[in-house]
């Protein structure tokens, strides 16, 4: 009995000794090393021309996204490389491009880093009225659908204005066919209240125009002092119609 015994333990201590060893044997062995990870390559985005200075603090104008517009005749904006040009400070400072247009300016009229995320341009217009200050160019692009109708839009435009008397500004309203392209020109005066404004601005005014592109729409403003607005209406009739498709 007692030899059974002892042959059981030798045969267990030996079992014992065995599982070491292999553990031994196993821990000594080298890992694999972990393959690196898969480089990815990023597509690095289209280099920006360079900013200009950013406009004064106060801003005066609405918001909008730039969306790239479906194919569209020859006639109209295009959803080419055209409609991919941008103007920037570096660009020719006689014209704007934006969403597959092309409109003329003064080389006066400075562009400027948009102040507000949605804003797709900015310009300084400068004034000729001692004690008066700049206006501001704003253009912004929505994809057709996304800024909401038409009416909404200059509803909201006109309800920013107040009469003397605290009521609803009067707007002048006309609508023209500009290369093919339905344009709505809007006029507004009084006391401005601006997105993010505290409290109304006096002596303001508005010279607007809608221009109904197809897949886009591009709303342009030109707000400021009324000396200033009025003292550029002809180069802003002048951009509005001479708005074109971009070859």
């Known amino acids: 009995m007692k030899s059974n015994a002892f042959a059981l333990r030798v045969e267990t201590s030996a079992a014992c000794l065995l599982c070491a060893g292999v553990w031994i044997v196993g821990c000594s062995e080298s890992a694999p ?8 390559t990023q597509v690095a985005p289209s280099a920006r021309a360079p900013q200009g200075q950013a406009s004064a603090a ?34 020719d400072a006689k014209i704007i491009e934006v969403a597959g247009l092309v409109m003329p300016k003064p080389v006066t009229w400075q562009w ?11 310009y300084s ?3 000729t009225t001692p004690g008066i200050s700049d206006a501001e160019l704003v253009i912004s692009v929505f994809a057709a659908g996304d800024g909401g109708p038409i009416d909404m839009n200059v509803k909201r435009w006109v309800s920013q204005f107040r009469d003397e008397d605290g009521d ?8 023209r066919t500009i290369s093919g392209i339905p344009v709505k020109l809007l006029e507004l005066a009084g006391r401005y209240q601006g997105m ?3 409290a109304p601005r006096p002596g303001m005014m508005q010279l607007g125009a809608i221009i109904q592109a197809p897949g886009r729409t591009v709303f342009v403003r030109l707000v400021g002092q009324s000396e200033t607005v009025e003292g550029a209406r002809k ?3 002048a951009l509005v119609n001479g708005v074109r498709a971009s070859e």
């Open 58 to 91: 106060t801003s005066v104008a609405g918001t909008a996204s730039a969306t790239n517009p479906s194919a569209t005749p020859t006639a109209t904006p295009r959803a080419d490389a055209a409609a991919q040009k941008i103007s920037s400070s570096t660009s």
């Open 196 to 198: 993010g404004q505290a």
């Open 168 to 175: 609803e500004a009067k707007a002048k309203i006309e609508d």
């Open 112 to 122: 400027q880093s948009p102040t507000v995320q949605f804003r797709a341009l900015q």
């Open 33 to 40: 090393t972990p393959k690196p990870p898969t480089a990815i």
């Open 125 to 127: 217009v400068p004034t």
């Open 235 to 237: 180069e802003f009739e």
